[in-house]
């Protein structure tokens, strides 16, 4: 090799080295980084920035960005971690950034929609059968998405769809992914990559998509909780020593009107057999007075016979719903242990039957 050409393959060299050591240092430093994540298990989050001090100039932010497409280049561990950190410091640089480059600490809010909810205004036309069609979705995902008892929609609504088959819900104070995922059926992983939630997680008042999820019967705008049933709800003496069972109230009946006194027992049994006299009285006299009108009375339980005891001041009638196979007898009747208007439906052991007198054409 002469003297010339070793000067020239060494000027040459010069010209390459700078853009080496170049490569060889920034190859290092997303390694490093990659080690360092790795072994930290943690993510950097746009709130860590939020609550810090940190400030990042235009040339760092540059840099940055060769780090990301470097560990993403090499498939290195921390090529995701370092992509969402260089698309936080972005964002937080258009929205801070300062006349002398510098990216200032932006106020950060939380969005109160995520990626997969779609805002749609319902037009003319549409009905929620159509619409649920149009996205692969069901009427029941839609109207659980916007909290809709019925499937009835109308021009100029907006409605929250999910942009995947699931539901649309909105976050609650206390609520985590993980809760969320168990109470509605999906699994975090796809919650938070549907959401775009690796960054800023939830926050309450926030609708995010839940995929595949389903609300329980209880979260739906339908339900309708069940009246309230007791066993062995009252002592009384309208009845003889024996208790209701299972009572059900069925509800306050107003305006039934008819020939007997308003939230009373006889007015509710007359509701049910109207072709009984008027002329009957208080409940303790009804059964001699419908005998001796030429109606049946009976020990017997007959289903749609009124049933009628003396006890008490006034006495007590009701309505025989049914009689069971087990000789009990299933009754509805108003006014039970003085309570005027509210209906009530229980169960009259069989041991109790015979305590009644039962009246019927």
């Given amino acids: 090799m002469t ?39 943690t993510t950097l989050s746009l709130d860590a920035f939020a609550r810090s001090d940190y400030k990042i100039s235009v040339d760092q932010l540059s840099e940055l960005y060769v780090v990301a497409d470097v560990s993403d280049a090499l498939n290195l561990a921390s090529a995701s971690d370092v992509a969402s950190n260089f ?19 932006p106020s950060i809010t939380n969005i109160a929609v995520s990626r997969g909810v779609i805002e749609y205004v319902v037009k003319e036309g549409d009905s929620m059968e159509s619409i649920a069609a149009a996205r692969g979705l069901t009427t029941d995902q839609i109207r659980w998405s916007n ?17 995947k088959a699931g539901i649309v819900y909105t976050v609650k104070d206390g609520d985590t992914l993980d809760s969320i995922a168990s109470t509605y059926g999906s699994n975090v992983a796809e919650i938070t990559t549907l959401n775009d939630l690796e960054v800023s997680g939830i926050s309450e008042g926030m609708r995010i998509v839940i995929a595949g999820g389903e609300l ?21 003496y309208l009845g003889s020593t024996s208790e209701r069972q299972d009572i059900t109230v069925l509800g306050y009946f107003y305006g039934l009107g008819g020939p007997y006194g308003a939230g009373q027992c ?7 057999r109207q072709d009984l006299p008027s002329t009957l009285g208080n409940a303790n006299t009804w059964a001699a007075r419908a005998a001796a009108a030429g ?48 209906v009530i439906q229980s169960t009259i052991p069989a041991s109790a039957v015979g305590s009644f007198n039962y009246i019927w054409p």
């Fill in 3 to 41: 003297k010339k050409n070793s000067k020239i393959r060494f000027r040459n060299w010069k010209k390459v080295l700078p853009y080496a050591i170049t490569a060889v240092i920034t190859i290092a430093v997303a390694a490093v980084g990659s080690f360092s994540k790795k072994n930290a298990g």
């Fill in 266 to 272: 006889t007015q509710w049994a007359w509701s049910k």
């Fill in 295 to 342: 109606y049946t009375v009976s020990r017997q339980p007959v289903a749609g016979a009124v049933f009628q005891t003396s006890s008490g001041w006034y006495g007590h009638v009701g309505y025989v719903e049914a009689v069971n196979g087990d000789g009990s007898i299933l009754v509805s009747e108003m006014n039970y242990n003085y309570r005027p208007y509210m």
């Fill in 87 to 105: 698309v936080v410091t972005t964002s937080m640089y258009d929205a801070g950034q300062t006349s002398t480059g510098k990216l200032e600490k």
């Fill in 147 to 163: 909290k809709l008892k019925t499937t009835d929609i109308s021009v100029g609504d907006t409605l929250y769809l999910p942009s």
């Fill in 216 to 236: 329980p019967e209880t979260e739906r705008p339908e339900y309708v909780p069940p009246a309230p049933r007791y066993t062995n709800y009252y002592y009384s």
